[in-house]
């Protein structure tokens, strides 16, 4: 068997002490506004506290002499986690309207709040528990730097949990959101993405992620396909598509993690690895600040499960949608085949009409329908006699009575389905030969009677055979189709549709450079 040169060990770093993953950055310390009007209590609440550490984050203390000083400071900065707030200072309220400021005007609902007051009689400690929104109250006689520093360690645990209660909410509505979106329209990145934010928010809000995906090659092995997700200091590689793409750190855990098949500990990480039963390889790297739990490690793996089945089951009706696409590209260049036009033609078609009805301001999903029912618009020529089809010269009356119906027959035969393709298909067969004026077939009618697709299917279509050479013509120059156009604006074509089309007429053009007819092709 050959071997893949993703995971040949000449490609991938030994991941020694100095090839090893890279070191998780210092956590910022948890910051603490300091509002007293006492130098000394300030150097003491320097000295009981700021050199603290709790849960690897150091303490970092800002001060405020005085209430209006402290509104001022907060008024630019809002993050900190706590505030140690002394009562009395320019009033005897002061500290009190503060509280009221943080909570009501400010309205931050996380921020710990600690009163302290060197005088309890002058606000009464039960008064003002029932009447602030406080989460502790301390006669500054009783705060010995041991009973401080519990003090701040329950306040700062009160403030984590509502961060991460915070987070967790609006990770999950995150999730619900690009679940809808993956069901609208069977895109995993978005959904994926979210998913991994909630996952390393409930593991360790500091860390970051990357989510990689492989695909079964047919020959026992795998190659990466790309990264489907990505968080924190890792999320800009979102768009990697081979192991090359992945910085040299990543990519050595990566491909170590490829190469054993298997769950690994890294410096400074954790890299999960699964293989599905289709074959695809799942690898989930995480940058870690501490070691995972067991509970962790199952959060991991079913992550990875159902996100890896979700994503081979999108893989299998993008598949499906693509075969079916395809297909009515197949059977719309068949027909032109027998008409012995050329197949590129019903895929230009295409694209001039989806170009077109986005310039005229449809929506993205009703475009693309339009694109992908365009190649069956004449399919009921199939049923038209060759010597009608092929005749060199002009049709009789009856004749082209008989080429006429196979827009009718078109309609019928692609309108027995329920597919919403293969329905706005027929009524593209249905209505594409209608003219604005209300002379053309099979049912006359006129304006805007005549559905959209089918007017931007009429346009696309007469522009692409006259400018493209046929045995019985030569290509028509820009500028003769261009006055023909404008001719029929009003008459043959919806005249708002033509001016749209000549306005933006090099973009069709471009269009007809990416698909050449074969006798034309470079």
Request: aromatic share 6%; with cysteine.
């Amino acid at each position: 068997m050959a071997t893949n040169p993703l995971f040949r060990r000449s490609d991938w770093l030994e991941l020694d002490g100095h090839e090893a993953a890279a070191a998780a950055p210092a956590l910022p310390p948890w910051r603490i506004l300091v509002v007293d009007d006492d130098p000394s209590v300030q150097e003491v609440s320097e000295l009981a506290i700021g050199r603290l550490s709790f849960e690897g984050r150091g303490m970092q203390l800002t001060a405020a002499t005085s209430a209006q000083q402290a509104r001022e400071i907060l008024a630019g900065d809002r993050d900190f986690a706590l505030a140690l707030i002394d009562v009395v200072m320019e009033t005897d309220q002061a500290g009190l309207e503060l509280v009221q400021h943080i909570r009501d005007t400010l309205g931050l609902s996380a921020l710990r709040i600690i009163l302290r007051t060197g005088q309890p009689g002058q606000a009464p400690e039960q008064v003002v528990i029932e009447k602030y929104e406080i989460n502790d109250y301390k006669a500054k006689t009783e705060l010995t730097a041991g009973r401080l520093r519990t003090a701040v360690f329950a306040a700062l645990r009160g403030y984590r949990d509502l961060r991460t209660i915070e987070a967790q909410r609006l990770g999950l509505m995150n999730v619900l959101d690009n679940t809808t979106q993956v069901l609208r329209s069977g895109s995993m990145h978005g959904f994926a993405n979210a998913v991994l934010q909630q996952l390393v928010s409930l593991i360790d809000g500091g860390s970051s992620a990357l989510y990689c995906i492989t695909q079964p090659t047919g020959d026992g092995e795998c190659e990466l396909q790309h990264t489907l997700a990505a968080a924190g200091d890792l999320s800009g590689l979102t768009q990697a598509q081979t192991l090359a793409d992945l910085p040299p750190d990543v990519q050595a855990v990566v491909a170590q993690g490829l190469h054993a098949k298997r769950s690994l500990d890294v410096p400074g990480g954790y890299l999960f690895y699964q293989r599905s039963e289709a074959g695809y390889e799942s690898v989930l790297y995480f940058r870690l600040h501490r070691p995972l739990s067991e509970v962790e490690r199952s959060l991991l793996r079913l992550f990875c499960a159902n996100v890896a089945l979700t994503y081979q089951n999108l893989l299998v009706i993008e598949d499906t949608v693509e075969s079916q696409h395809e297909m009515a590209y197949m059977l719309g260049e068949a027909v032109e085949q027998r008409s012995k036009e050329t197949g590129q033609h019903v895929r230009r078609v295409a694209l001039y009409a989806e170009c077109l009805g986005r310039l005229y301001g449809l929506s993205d999903r009703e475009c693309q329908l339009i694109r992908h029912a365009a190649p069956l618009h004449d399919v009921g020529k199939v049923s038209t006699p060759d010597h009608i089809l092929h005749k060199p010269g002009k049709l009789d009356e009856g004749e082209w009575r008989v080429m006429q119906d196979h827009a009718a027959a078109s309609e019928r035969l692609l309108g027995q389905s329920r597919r919403m393709v293969l329905r706005k298909a027929a009524e593209i067969a249905g209505s594409h030969h209608e003219k604005w004026d209300g002379s053309g077939y099979p049912k006359g009618l006129a304006g805007e009677a005549i559905p959209m697709a089918g007017r931007l299917i009429a346009l696309a279509d007469v522009f692409d055979a006259l400018a493209s050479e046929r045995s019985y013509k030569p290509a028509w120059s820009p500028e003769a189709i261009r006055k023909h156009l404008g001719e029929q604006a009003g008459k043959q074509f919806d005249p708002r549709l033509v001016a749209l089309f000549l306005a933006h007429e090099p973009e069709f053009y471009a269009i007809r450079a990416t698909l050449p007819d074969p006798a034309h092709a470079s």
